[in-house]
């Protein structure tokens, strides 16, 4: 799924084309629809083919409620631009660039709205050559301009396709195994208790899963998902999400809070961080050592004093790196973009990266150690850099994901050994300590290892629930739902059935606490079926007899179980009655050299058909073989 921001001046037609697009008005408030005016984040969804759903955030326009509009950008993979054609680029539209530039929304559509009050259509395309001169230097720049109408629709079909095209090139959100949701939304409701909603990134959440919540750390577990009112079992990442929880209040929650699985994400109360302060007609000031600001990240605000790294002062336009001391913690993650406001006046001032997301302590200005350590940390460590190979990669040969990094043997081996002593690297077949960057051995990292643990239990649990009295999913089956390659796939069952994770039966593998047991009925179709495989031992119930007494799934069962044996399609034994008359076969060809299908057939009292499909499975077993009319011992 892929979710979308809107974006612009106040009254230039958001809400009104997100209805149109929609067929749901994105206002929630009744205040936002007496004043006509959005105030607070709204939301909506359509569906797009080849695509399908698209989650839509509304934002405000108004310069009051930049702060709302924040909360709703930061998750976002496109954003809609709305320019009005009768007034052109306006002040918020210049605020709102400029935050989605800083933000590094790289993809997004330009909606040229309210043609129909446009003064005629060359003035339409002289404010359209304007917004696109205007784009030019920002991350949208190129992003496709659509003169439009919501109230006549003319250009609503052009924009659906701009979007289509727009979206069609992003990939889907990377699933890292470590799922987080930064809350932009909190409420109840009754039956059901406390919701919260927000953008799902870098990972999966799943119904009956322990999260926690920071900063403040409550424990809960997810009771429901949903998504556009749509229930679901487990949310993927990108996903638009609603996170109905157990175990927490209304008022233990708030905007800005992060879900997340426990243990996965430490709040801070001071980041490090590379900055880039706006110039021009959006900031003529500079930003000073020891200024008190608004940081916002995620759907958080905080405010924050600012400590200056590489200078005092950063003069408008002017790149550095500055350490952040919040009043509150938050909780964020190295390479999460953040936005700097100042408080009074109210105005956005810059933007950028954080690259340290616990500092040890405080830096001094101008420090040439710590400046240098924050541009490795901003290019990334080659811990880093292996980590996002392996992510990148999936379960891969160890010199593989080396190559794919970058790194020398050295820096190899560097990273290595702290993806190990951090326990964030599985080994498949070989000890850690023996590894070389260029050997051949399987590796993953922990979180895609989790991952693809929870796909594996899910698909054997809900393999479980349909066959309950299957003793498993066939390996082969299981190894083409999850799309690896039959080595990975090995290692990685081997790994699972010695962890104690999975086990085998067999040819197949199944969930450890899985039990195969019948119902009182069903016990008795099986103990009046298998009384009739004892009365007459050598002339069995067929196939098709066995089913109607006990059931299809049943005889899968004692098949599976062991308790029966399918010598062939249509003819069984009860399996300690083939291993005697296996026995017997043997004892017969050791004494006359031989055996042929009327000896066998008189040997036990049966008919043609047991006696053929009796040897002609010894020959598949390779016990016995055929010479003419003859089976001889191999």
């Known amino acids: 799924m892929h979710v979308i921001c809107t974006a612009g001046h106040v009254d230039h037609g958001k809400s009104t084309l997100v209805e149109a697009l929609t067929g749901m008005h994105p206002d929630r408030l009744a205040e936002e629809r007496e004043r006509e005016m959005t105030i607070d984040l709204g939301f909506a969804w359509l569906t797009l083919p080849e695509i399908g759903e698209i989650g839509i955030i509304d934002v405000p326009g108004h310069r009051d409620f930049i702060g709302n509009m924040l909360a709703g950008v930061g998750a976002v993979a496109a954003a809609l631009l709305v320019v009005a054609a009768d007034e052109g680029i306006m002040p918020q539209t210049e605020e709102h660039l400029a935050i989605l530039d800083l933000l590094h929304i790289e993809n997004g559509v330009v909606a040229l709205a309210k043609t129909d009050l446009a ?25 496709r301009v659509v003169p439009l109408s919501a109230l ?6 052009e924009l659906g396709q701009a979007l289509l095209e727009c979206l069609r090139a992003q990939p889907g959100r990377p699933d890292m195994g470590k799922p987080r949701l930064s809350v932009d939304r909190v ?25 926690e919540i920071l900063p403040a750390g409550h424990r809960a577990r997810i009771r429901g998902l949903q998504t556009h009112r749509t229930s679901l079992e487990m949310a993927a990442p990108g996903t638009r999400v609603a996170i109905n929880m157990t175990g927490v209040g209304k008022d233990d929650l708030h905007r800005g809070a992060v879900v997340a699985r426990p243990g996965s994400l430490q709040a801070t109360r001071r980041v490090d961080v590379s900055f880039r302060l706006l110039s021009g007609e959006h900031n003529s000031i500079p930003l000073r050592h020891n200024e008190q600001v608004k940081l916002f990240v995620g759907s958080a605000e905080e405010m924050a004093r600012v400590r200056g790294l590489s200078a005092r002062k950063l003069r408008p336009g002017e790149t550095g790196w500055l350490q952040l001391e919040l009043s509150r913690p938050v909780a964020a993650l190295k390479g999460d973009r953040f936005i700097l406001r100042r408080p009074s006046p109210r105005a956005t001032v810059g933007g950028g990266v954080i690259v340290d997301v616990h500092p040890p302590r405080r830096h001094r200005l101008q420090d040439a150690e710590v400046l240098r350590r924050m541009q490795t940390l901003a290019q990334g460590s080659p811990y880093e850099i ?57 590796v993953l990292n922990r979180g895609r290892y989790d991952l693809l643990l929870r796909q594996v239990r899910g698909l054997l649990a809900a393999h479980h629930r349909a066959n309950p009295l299957r003793a498993g999913m066939p390996r082969e089956e299981l190894k083409s739902r999850l799309g690896l390659p039959a080595r990975a796939f090995n290692a990685l069952t081997k790994h699972c059935t010695g962890a104690g994770d999975l086990a085998e039966s067999g040819v197949s593998l199944h969930l450890p606490e899985h039990r195969v047991e019948f119902d009182d009925r069903q016990k008795r179709g099986v103990e009046a079926l298998l009384a009739r495989f004892w009365d007459d031992a050598h002339n069995t119930p067929s196939r098709k007899e066995a089913v109607a007494a006990v059931g299809e799934d049943v005889l899968a069962a004692l098949l599976e179980r062991g308790t029966l044996l399918a010598v062939s399609p249509e003819v069984l034994f009860l399996a300690e009655t083939y291993a005697g008359m296996e026995a017997q076969i043997k004892a017969q060809i050791r004494a006359a050299g031989s055996v042929t299908v009327a000896g066998v057939r008189d040997l036990f009292g049966t008919s043609r058909k047991y006696a053929l499909a009796l040897l002609e499975h010894m020959d598949q077993q390779r016990t016995t073989v055929r010479k003419g009319d003859e089976r001889v011992l191999r």
């Open 119 to 143: 003064e005629s259509p060359e003035w339409v395309q002289l404010v359209a050559d304007e917004v696109a001169q205007r784009l030019a230097g920002t991350s949208l720049a190129g992003a």
């Open 187 to 211: 409420f109840t409701v009754a039956g059901f208790g406390t919701v919260v909603t927000g953008t799902l990134l870098e990972g999966s959440l799943s119904v009956g899963d322990e999260v």
């Open 386 to 442: 292996l980590l996002q190979a392996l992510d990148a990669g999936g379960m891969l040969p160890l010199r593989e994901a080396v190559a794919a990094s970058g790194l020398d043997d050295a820096q190899a081996r560097e990273a290595l050994s702290r993806l190990i002593s951090a326990g964030e690297l599985l080994v498949f077949g070989e000890a850690a300590l023996k590894l070389t960057p260029r050997g051949n051995v399987l």
């Open 152 to 157: 006549t629709g003319e250009g609503m079909p």
